[in-house]
């Protein structure tokens, strides 16, 4: 593959990078660029200097589109774009200039939805529902339809969205979908279609959107020939993050923007797809290059900079077998003579015993306790640690717990919110009305029906006669939302909206002053935004952590060990990280072997928590493990054998380790002396002498 020679000025940008970074950043061919970019090799770093190159270049930043999949990625690449800006040039406006098109393919879409509202039929008020709201909703069109009452179990509102998602995302028909991904629930198909067709209604009547028209819309917006002429000479560069995590919906999206591939790179790595349960698929960056003609070029990114060359040659392994990937075997200049652990233990008490003794045996060694990480397949199946490492006094974190606005108290502030943005928000006008006392479900029907009909929502719900014991509490909400449609009052709006929230958070919850503390942090959120649309928008898509909801949390300065499921690790390293339950039935997990693409992506799921280690990796292995049940653990077990992702012949590349060691004293296990044994059995025989 050929390029120009990159502009003089730009050059001394890339003098730290490796040859095959700087082809990726150099690489100016008319073909579209894949960079297929191995765990540890400097992605982001690779991907924010070919940004600053193309600006270097004479690209303007905001014809340039960059695609990730969280806004803090976005915020982050977008800092190191002007780092490298400000020390590869004189120019102060040049180091300052921003890229005013870079975030997540959600946030972009519901900025380009917003702007084009009225070419396209979108009402410019329209709210956008978080999976919770999205699931009401589908749950009150699934009651009006009469599914709730069927003589058979009908599917549950999160199943039906979840159905409904995954036929949006990856294209499929709705019996496709059914028979794959739910069984369970095919004989539901055409009631299913009738609901689905109803919600799309529903939708467009409140002038609501939900995650999946953020995409849905703004893919058939890019496939109507003029607005796609339009958007795609808008943007002269397309770059993309974490391509192999794309579902068919945004790869279509980037085909309709850059159907001749001009200008268009993407950056990924096919052994790290592991969101299918999302609906991305890992076709899309394998099938990359022929998509295009010319084809694509492609740049292959091996050398790693985080894990030592032991922990490489045994991940290089076990993606080695896979069915089909991108040639690639990471390697690293960081020698060390430990090779990964295969670690054996009776189970999983033993299991949760090993890991509390390594990871402060670690910890002795100078290994802060946030320098270590427990990862697993399944979020249950850390129970057992828990325990282990509270009754040790050892402070842990888990990831993946509740979201910002998964918190009630949040979510009725912001109900507040999106009401005044959007009165025929029905979802969101049900729960504000339902903060008053005395107003239930039924109470709160009428009203919404009310205000959605009427052409002043303020003075309809000034004119219903609430409950008596609603009391004096119903004059002020009629009055706060007729104040903050006048707008022009933000970031004041939400203060305001939370004194008024105040005597219903003390009535609604035990813990109000608890919960106050995320009001008061939303209230510190608002005011970094420049309008209350945007910050409910930009909310939804990317809400940051509750701090009421998590019990336990470590005090910031203190030291605390993380513990994460697989997939939320992606992305993160840690210099010791311990994976448990590497056997069959847990990775690959006994739920996910049902078809070879199922079991290609746990062993690209094992690939991921392997390369998460920088110094040291244990793979620990239970050889009888209990089964958790849906009522609790019961006393049912099995016997495990390892993970057919490491076979025999590839045992060279690991040490085998059993703990703990027959005949001596394990640290972290208490031993106890000899007992005199008492012949029970005896005295149960001489009760019948």
Excluded at 85 to 95: E, F, I, N, V
Aim: aromatic letters at 8%; a neutral charge; proline letters at 6%.
């Amino acid at each position: 593959m050929s390029a120009p020679a990159s502009p003089p000025v730009a050059a001394a940008t890339t003098e730290h990078l490796n040859p095959q970074q700087r082809a990726a950043v150099d690489y100016r061919g008319s073909a579209p660029l894949l960079v297929i970019a191995g765990a540890g090799s400097g992605k982001t770093n690779t991907l924010a200097h070919r940004v600053a190159q193309l600006v270097l270049g004479g690209a303007d930043p905001a014809a340039i589109l960059l695609l990730t999949f969280s806004r803090r990625a976005a915020v982050e690449m977008t800092r190191r774009v002007e780092r490298i800006l400000g020390a590869a040039s004189d120019d102060p406006a040049l180091a300052r200039a921003a890229l005013t098109w870079a975030g997540t393919f959600h946030g972009i879409g519901a900025r380009l939805l917003r702007e084009y509202a009225e070419r396209i039929g979108l009402g410019q008020s329209f709210t956008i529902h978080d999976r919770e709201d999205s699931a009401d909703l589908i749950n009150l069109v699934r009651h009006e339809l009469g599914f709730s009452a069927k003589e058979k179990r009908f599917p549950t509102k999160q199943t039906c969205l979840a159905i409904y998602s995954r036929v949006v995302n990856t294209e499929a028909p709705l019996a496709d979908v059914l028979r794959d991904s739910f069984p369970w629930c095919a004989m539901w198909h055409d009631d299913l279609r009738a609901l689905f067709g109803a919600y799309v209604a529903a939708k467009q009547r409140q002038d609501v959107l939900d995650y999946d028209d953020l995409l849905l819309y703004w893919a058939h917006m890019a496939s109507e020939p003029t607005l796609a002429a339009e958007l795609g000479a808008r943007f002269e560069h397309v770059l993309v993050d974490e391509y192999q995590d794309t579902n068919r919906l945004q790869a279509a999206i980037l085909k309709a923007l850059k159907p001749d591939g001009r200008g268009l790179t993407v950056v990924g790595d096919d052994a790290q797809s592991i969101y299918s349960f999302r609906g991305a698929t890992v076709r899309n960056i394998l099938e990359f290059p022929d998509q295009f003609a010319p084809p694509a070029a492609v740049v292959t990114l091996e050398r790693n900079y985080r894990s030592t060359q032991p922990i490489l040659a045994a991940s290089n392994a076990v993606i080695g077998l896979a069915a089909e990937r991108f040639t690639k075997n990471l390697w690293s200049e960081r020698k060390a003579t430990q090779r990964p652990q295969i670690v054996t233990v009776r189970d999983d008490a033993d299991q949760a015993r090993y890991v509390v003794a390594q990871v402060l045996a670690r910890r002795e060694e100078g290994v802060r306790l946030k320098k270590q990480a427990v990862l697993f397949r399944a979020a249950h199946h850390s129970a057992p640690l828990e325990i282990e490492l509270t009754r040790s006094n050892v402070p842990f974190v888990k990831f993946g717990g509740l979201k910002f606005l998964e918190a009630a108290h949040v979510k009725d502030m912001l109900s507040v919110l999106r009401w005044v943005e959007n009165p025929r928000d029905r979802v969101a006008g049900f729960r504000a009305v339902q903060l008053m006392p005395g107003i239930g479900p039924k109470s709160a029907a009428r009203i919404v029906d009310l205000v959605e009909a009427a052409n002043d929502p303020v003075a309809a719900l000034a004119d219903f006669p609430p409950p008596p014991s609603t009391g004096e509490a119903w004059a002020a909400l009629p009055q706060l939302l007729g104040d903050l449609r006048l707008r022009g009052a933000w970031p004041g709006d939400i203060e305001r909206v939370r004194r008024w929230f105040a005597p219903h958070l003390e009535r609604k919850y035990e813990d109000a002053a608890i919960r106050e503390a995320d009001l008061l942090q939303m209230e510190r959120i608002a005011a970094s935004y420049p309008s209350r649309e945007r910050f409910l928008t930009e909310l939804t898509l990317d809400p940051p952590d509750a701090t009421s909801d998590q019990s336990g949390v470590p005090l910031l300065d203190e030291d605390y060990l993380i513990l994460s499921t697989i997939h939320s690790a992606k992305g993160q390293e840690w210099e010791s990280v311990y994976l448990l339950n590497t056997v069959d039935g847990c990775i690959p997990s006994d739920m996910a072997t049902g078809s070879s693409a199922e079991i290609e992506e746990e062993r690209r799921l094992l690939y991921v928590a392997m390369t998460r280690a920088k110094d040291s990796l244990h793979l620990i292995t239970p050889q009888r493990f209990y089964i958790t049940q849906q009522a609790g653990a019961g006393d049912r077990h099995v016997y495990a054998q390892r993970t057919r992702f490491i076979p025999a012949s590839m045992l060279e590349h690991f040490d085998d380790v059993v703990w703990p060691v027959a005949g001596g004293t394990a640290a972290g296990v208490v031993t106890r002396p000899p007992q005199a044994v008492i012949d029970i059995a005896a005295k149960l025989r001489g009760m019948w002498r």
